[in-house]
Nanobody, 126 residues
Framework: HVQLVESGGGSVQAGGSLRLSCAAS????????MAWFRQAPGKEREGVAS????????YYADAVKGRFTISQDNAKNTVYLEMNSLKPEDTAMYYC???????????????????WGQGTQVTVSS
C-alpha cells in the first residue's frame, strides 16, 4: 500500500510560481505512473500532469502545457510539480496519485489511479 504526502501548496498572485512535492512511502516497484490532479469547488477532478516512472515519459493537460513541469527524483521517491505563470483558474486542491497499471491508454484520468494523497491547496489571486 503506497502512501503519498503532498506539500508546497499556498497562496500566490497571478503570474507567480509554486512547487508542489509528493513523497511516496515506497520505491518505484508498486507505482508505475505518478500524476498530479486538481479539483476546484463544484468541478470534477481533472488530470494535470503524469509521468511514467520507469521511462520518464510525461503527459500534460492542455491547460497547463508550457507552464507546469512534472519531474521525479526516484532516489527520494518524490515527484514534483513546478507551476509557473499561475492563473486564477489554477486555483484548486491539488492531489498526487499513483497507479500500479503497467500501461495506461489515458494517463490523466482519475479512475486509473489507485493511491491518493490528502491534497494541498493552491490559491491564485488576480
Amino acid at each position: 500500500h503506497v502512501q503519498l504526502v503532498e506539500s508546497g501548496g499556498g497562496s500566490v498572485q497571478a503570474g507567480g510560481s509554486l512547487r508542489l512535492s509528493c513523497a511516496a512511502s515506497e520505491s518505484t516497484y508498486s507505482r508505475n505512473y505518478m500524476a498530479w490532479f486538481r479539483q476546484a469547488p463544484g468541478k470534477e477532478r481533472e488530470g494535470v500532469a503524469s509521468i511514467y516512472v520507469s521511462s520518464g515519459t510525461i503527459y500534460y493537460a492542455d491547460a497547463v502545457k508550457g507552464r507546469f513541469t512534472i519531474s521525479q527524483d526516484n532516489a527520494k521517491n518524490t515527484v514534483y510539480l513546478e507551476m509557473n505563470s499561475l492563473k486564477p483558474e489554477d486555483t484548486a486542491m491539488y492531489y498526487c496519485a499513483a497507479s500500479t497499471a503497467r500501461r495506461l491508454s489515458t494517463a490523466l484520468v482519475p479512475y486509473a489511479y489507485h493511491y491518493w494523497g490528502q491534497g494541498t491547496q493552491v490559491t491564485v489571486s488576480s
